[in-house]
């Protein structure tokens, strides 16, 4: 019989009960052993949101606040200007923002970011797609995206770290993504992807 998450049957003295599994990823609690690859639910907190809520765009800017943005050493200056522009409307919502950065300065995994940009332009959204670019068939491996295509996007960086990338094939796509992350209140995102 089904007993819940976390609780397992057991029969003592000829009665079956319901106990909880010391071992159960599921109880809200990060145990040893557990991480947030093993135990999503229990052990993945990322800027005080708990369970599923850390990876959803909905909860945009909330989950930005503090972040740092990170643009590639030799962006286009679009890509600053997006950057930047970002910063502000969540320095506006939130009144908590982190650093604008260059690629160079960051290691994904260490912190949560904010990555800006075409994987070409910026080596921190090409290790977010590293997979995508090694399996990639066009020149450059690195162009991911086709013309016209923008990308929002949640990536799990470590067993407890984000990244929220925004980007697409130019600078152009960049820009539609980042409108398209900062217009959340008339046209709310949902889930870790949205197609721009």
């Known amino acids: 019989k ?29 145990k040893d052993g557990e991480t947030c690859g093993s135990c999503f639910q229990d052990c993945c ?13 909905g909860n945009f800017p909330g989950i930005a606040k503090g972040l740092s943005i990170v643009v590639g050493d030799k962006a286009p200056p679009e890509d600053v200007v997006i950057a930047e522009d970002i910063l ?7 009144q908590d923002v982190g650093k604008g950065l260059l690629a160079s300065e960051v290691q994904l995994g260490t912190k949560d970011y904010i990555i800006v940009g075409n994987p070409c332009d910026n080596k921190a ?3 977010l797609f590293k997979i995508d670019i090694f399996l990639n068939t066009n020149t450059p491996a690195c162009q991911v995206f086709k013309p016209g295509q923008g990308l929002i996007k949640l990536f799990m960086t470590s067993d407890n770290r984000i990244a929220l990338y925004v980007g697409g094939y130019s600078p152009y796509e960049t820009k539609r993504a980042a409108q398209r992350l900062l217009d959340y209140k008339k046209n709310p995102l949902l889930g870790i992807e949205q197609k721009v």
């Open 88 to 94: 502000t409307h969540i320095a506006s919502e939130t």
């Open 45 to 57: 907190m990322i800027g005080g949101f708990s369970n599923n809520e850390k990876l959803n765009l």
């Open 125 to 127: 959204a090409a290790e």
């Open 2 to 30: 089904d007993v819940g998450v976390c609780k397992q049957g057991a029969c003592e003295n000829n009665i079956c009960i319901a106990k909880l599994d010391p071992n159960c990823c599921g109880d809200a609690v990060c």
